[in-house]
């Protein structure tokens, strides 16, 4: 089946450095992925629309200059977190969907911790 | 998209079946409904959908009532690795780009 790889599993950071985040969808090409972040106890929340060759969509409220996404191949997306702070630790998830009819493949995480 | 009601936990003993409900009583005609589970610090993991037939997959079984406002997943013999927070959700099919929205899912704990 679909395998969405997602890197890093888990990362530390300090409070004002970035972050990058990759999404890889292993054996097929997804012209969009899509990114969650979740917060304890919480439900996943969808910040943005990732499209390849083209800017992202971004829900309401989340910061597009925070949260910086690059989908430059068919198969790779990124999640950059510029000037992480202390509110931004969450656990972060990406996904993509092949074809029309199946269902949306999900990364692992990443759990991030802004020190 | 239309909004889905689910039980904010359940309790379910190991080897019973689990029968998870989902309201869904606006849905719309062309809409799925898609279940998912997520496993403590895990992404979610697709389980099933259908639309109005009943369908049934090496994980589960999906109900849907005949005027598609509600539906119930089955999982037949629940194990221990069940325990999940179970989402159920209505979006229409079709096109990579439709968004996938979370609820906020039922929590399953399936007890020894």
């Known amino acids: 089946g679909a395998v969405v790889s997602q890197h890093p599993s888990w990362v530390i950071c300090k409070s004002g450095t970035s972050v990058k985040i990759e999404c890889r969808s292993l054996d097929f090409q997804a012209t969009t992925m899509f990114w969650y972040r979740q917060f304890p106890k919480q439900s996943l929340m969808l910040m943005a629309t990732?499209?390849?060759?083209?800017?992202?969509?971004?829900e309401q409220g989340v910061e597009k200059d925070k949260f910086l996404i690059n989908h430059a191949s068919l198969t790779l997306s990124t999640l950059t977190v510029t000037s992480a702070h202390p509110e931004d630790s969450s656990f972060y998830i990406c996904s993509a969907k092949q074809g029309s009819f199946y269902g949306y493949t999900f990364g692992s995480g990443t759990r991030l911790t802004v020190v | 998209d239309a909004k889905t009601t689910q039980p904010t936990s359940m309790d379910c003993a190991e080897g019973r079946a689990a029968n998870l409900p989902c309201n869904h009583s606006?849905?719309?005609?062309?809409?799925?409904v898609y279940w998912y589970r997520q496993i403590h610090s895990q992404g979610p993991q697709y389980i099933i959908h259908?639309?109005?037939n009943n369908e049934t997959n090496e994980m589960a079984s999906l109900i849907i009532t005949e005027d598609r406002k509600s539906s119930t997943l089955i999982l037949p013999h629940a194990t221990l690795r069940d325990t999940a927070v179970y989402y159920c959700i209505v979006r229409a099919n079709g096109g990579a780009t439709n968004k996938l929205i979370f609820g906020t899912g039922t929590l399953l704990a399936v007890q020894p």
């Open positions: 259908g639309l109005k």
């Open positions: 606006t849905i719309s005609g062309n809409e799925y």
């Open positions: 990732s499209n390849e060759g083209s800017k992202a969509t971004y």
